[in-house]
């Protein structure tokens, strides 16, 4: 997954971007705005987004009180995001903006569901939502503070207005804790389950899974198998396991299209192959 400024490389999406340069106020018009709330804001007062990563509470929360959505997807690692933040989400100008809106971000590693609902490729990603649910705003990288606020006021006119346009995707939401039943993983679990494990939700499940195939010979084979898997958390978690064995410098894409993954997978495969051998060699006797 990418981290990049906005004018980088169109961004494949399921869910079509709707409009990201629909602005209706010039870009003099949003530096006034930023100036203006940043002479008068009230000095000492610690102005910031109230940010929330629970999807459902927030979602709830919008269709109660008849506001508008913005999700800002992002990754620890995304440096792009991290500007973002500093930049444009934590100047006073900002804050006001979006002072009427129910602000998400989520982190694409921690909610993977979430970043597949709504085809996250490359972040930063912020999508905005009316009171419909329907998504009237896609912006994808990273902009400076003037183009964030154009692109926040071209959207006005459609916050509370039918656009007829796209609605938000139908997100399966996890059980909770309670509700889930802890699979049980042992040794002769078989491997296609294993596989459906690497992309559990539940982090401790997903260890138990990795440690369990770790004690086979074959595990860089089953993790690589696991590369061609259509579940993309579970693609994510083993790619992300082969890394941390110390595996292949080779390079996988987990969202890349699948013709792309098809491709990159015979190189996997071949590696795969010769260090399960080159391993079997240093434990012989």
Not at 32 to 51: E, K, M
Not at 222 to 235: M, N, P
Not at 256 to 283: C, I, N, S
Request: charged letters at 25%.
């Amino acid at each position: 997954m990418d981290s990049q400024p906005s004018d980088a490389r169109q961004e494949r999406a399921a869910v079509p971007p709707i409009t990201t340069a629909r602005s209706r106020a010039s870009r003099c018009g949003a530096c006034a705005i930023a100036l203006f709330v940043a002479a008068f804001a009230p000095a000492g007062l610690a102005q910031t987004i109230p940010w929330s990563s629970d999807y459902v509470a927030s979602i709830e929360k919008a269709g109660t009180g008849g506001k508008p959505v913005l999700i800002d997807f992002t990754a620890v690692w995304c440096g792009w995001c991290k500007r973002l933040d500093e930049e444009v989400y934590a100047d006073a100008s900002a804050v006001n903006a979006l002072k009427d809106f129910v602000c998400l971000k989520i982190d694409v590693n921690e909610q993977k569901n979430l970043a597949l609902a709504y085809n996250v490729q490359s972040m930063p990603r912020t999508i905005v939502l009316n009171v419909h649910g329907e998504i009237v705003g896609d912006l994808t990288g990273y902009v400076p503070l003037g183009t964030f606020l154009e692109f926040i006021e071209g959207l006005k006119d459609d916050l509370t207005r039918k656009t007829g346009g796209t609605m938000k995707p139908d997100v399966r939401v996890p059980v909770t804790p309670l509700e889930k039943a802890q699979p049980a993983i042992m040794p002769d679990t078989p491997v296609d389950e294993m596989l459906q494990l690497l992309g559990d939700r539940d982090p401790k499940v997903r260890a138990e899974a990795i440690k369990v195939i770790d004690e086979k010979p074959e595990r860089l084979q089953i993790l690589v198998s696991a590369l061609a898997s259509d579940a993309l958390g579970t693609r994510i978690t083993a790619y992300e396991t082969i890394r941390k064995f110390g595996g292949s410098e080779l390079k996988f894409d987990p969202w890349a299209p699948k013709a792309e993954r098809v491709e990159a997978l015979t190189a996997w495969q071949r590696w795969a192959e010769q260090a399960t051998e080159d391993r079997a060699e240093e434990v012989a006797p």
